[in-house]
């Protein structure tokens, strides 16, 4: 039996996953030891099965190789249900009944990047466990080796039909583009529109990792320039558009208008709160106000929390919540559903509200009241540094009197609308972001925002770009 002890790259465990660049700050032997290591908190609570899946990056078969040779010498018996959409991962581990999951997969962030998504039982695995996993491996704290066993399951016909039982839209014949963007949501979105009603059209639909038509994140508006095309050239009802492992969605109207996450989770959770009134809608810090007031109109307790999509999970699940967003197209049905984010799943339940619907989704969209915000700006920050510069923030606005929700950095209410700022949990970053009813009102909320990151010694962030209708 060989001892292990393995050293990860400083960067490489973050807050909610596993993620570097192959070769240079990633790389199989880590793969292993991830295997090793959470394999062996699995065998300590008991567990005896491990669900594994992996994202149509290069990478990604060698990878999760690795992995699952790790798991193995645990004595695990692994469930391979091999290349596809992380959600599907999520429910192989329910559908098997497995005690712990792993995904191989890079996300929407570029080629050379991979990485790890995990859950423990039905839970995310994120935080102090992912910094666990840094210590075992660094100490071999492991169990002992094992012979364990791995088996190739498929899960994607059960997970399609588990879907469309939840489509609610009748024999309504939609017209709708979809844009898995070369991601590996790319064969079960083909192979869910060929079993809906209606005209679907897939673009940039083989699975490529190396994402040769565009970067696969669709919250940003120049990813969806191609989709956007084909939904005015088809006069299609809609668009649909994944990120890279489909945990993330993006929606076009069909006039071709891009909906941001919390638009989008409005006309979702309108539909949801039907089935559950009072219920808890949550979104996290970055949504718009809109969203928010959007939701109690309707009926539902709004909640504003922390981003990030482990800590949205976990909070779904204390307050009982049917359904939750963020900003960047993490949506989570609790409603019929298992509570993780799928996007495949969410564009099924569009879809339904759509064609059961009297208004078209650009009439939705233009019916919800006019902000103008600033998009979210990314600015350096010594990782070091930015937690405390959020803490100095907060006290100088505590002395000031101003209005402040500081569930996750600061998003400090006036006459004019909000401004945000928070630290990353992933890079060594601020985040800001501001929102009003003018574009007068905005100048003075970014104003303010430059003056306390200024008292703090820091440059004011850039927002020479273009502000957003919202």
């Known amino acids: 039996m060989t001892a292990f002890r393995h050293d990860f790259h400083p960067t490489s465990l973050r807050e909610y996953d596993i993620r570097g660049v192959i070769g240079k700050t990633l790389s199989g032997a880590d793969a292993f030891a991830i295997g090793r290591c959470f394999g062996s908190i699995v065998v300590k609570e008991g567990g005896k099965k491990v669900a594994v899946g992996y994202d149509g990056r290069l990478s990604s078969p060698e990878l999760e190789k690795q992995l699952v040779a790790g798991l193995v010498a645990c004595g695990l018996e692994v469930a391979r249900v091999g290349c596809g959409p992380t959600p599907m991962l999520y429910f192989a581990s329910y559908e098997l009944k497995a005690d712990g999951a792993v995904m191989v997969t890079g996300s929407h962030n570029p080629p050379d990047y991979n990485g790890f998504k995990m859950m423990l039982g039905k839970k995310p695995f994120f935080g102090a466990q992912i910094l ?7 100490a071999g704290d492991v169990v002992a080796e094992a012979s364990g066993s791995s088996t190739q399951v498929d899960v994607s016909d059960a997970y399609i039909a588990r879907m469309l039982k939840d489509y609610d839209g009748g024999d309504r014949a939609l017209n709708v583009v979809w844009d898995p963007g ?4 790319a ?15 897939v673009i940039n639909g083989e699975i490529d990792g190396r994402f040769p038509n565009h970067h696969p994140d669709p919250t940003v508006l120049k990813n969806l320039e191609q989709i956007i095309a084909e939904v005015k050239k088809q006069g299609a009802d809609l668009g649909i558009a994944f990120d890279g492992d489909a945990d993330r969605i993006g929606a076009v109207d069909g006039e071709g208008n891009m909906l941001f996450g919390d638009q989008l989770l409005v006309v979702l959770a309108r539909d949801v ?3 559950h009134p009072g219920g808890t809608i949550i979104a996290d810090v970055k949504a718009s106000q809109v969203l928010f007031d959007e939701v109690a109109k309707a009926g539902g307790t709004p909640l504003m ?3 990030g999509h482990s800590l949205i999970k976990a909070k779904m699940a204390e307050t009982k ?20 984010d799928d996007a495949p799943y969410s564009a099924i339940r569009l879809l339904g509200i759509i ?3 009297s208004e078209s989704l650009a009439q939705m969209r233009d019916a919800l009241p006019k902000v103008i915000n600033t998009p ?3 600015f350096d920050c010594p990782d070091e540094r930015k937690f405390g510069v959020i803490q100095e923030v907060k006290a100088r606005l505590a002395a000031s009197g101003a209005q402040v929700d500081d569930v996750d950095g600061v998003r400090v209410l006036t006459e004019d609308g909000w401004w945000l700022l928070r630290a990353s949990n992933t890079q060594a970053v601020l985040v800001a972001r501001a929102e009003a009813k003018t574009e007068e009102g905005l100048d003075r909320l970014k104003a303010l925002l430059a003056e306390q990151v200024e008292a703090s010694g820091l440059a004011a962030p850039d927002f020479s770009g273009e502000n957003a209708g919202h």
């Open 132 to 138: 666990e996993i840094g210590r075992m491996a660094a």
């Open 182 to 185: 070369n991601g590996s949501g």
């Open 187 to 201: 064969e079960i979105t083909k192979r869910l529109v060929a079993k809906l009603p209606g005209k679907h059209t």
């Open 273 to 275: 709160l039907k089935a």
């Open 305 to 307: 929390w922390k981003t």
């Open 321 to 340: 919540s049917p359904l939750a967003g963020e900003m960047s197209g993490h949506i989570f049905f609790n409603d019929k559903w298992y509570g993780f």
């Open 355 to 357: 064609a059961r619907a």
């Open 376 to 378: 979210e700006l990314r």
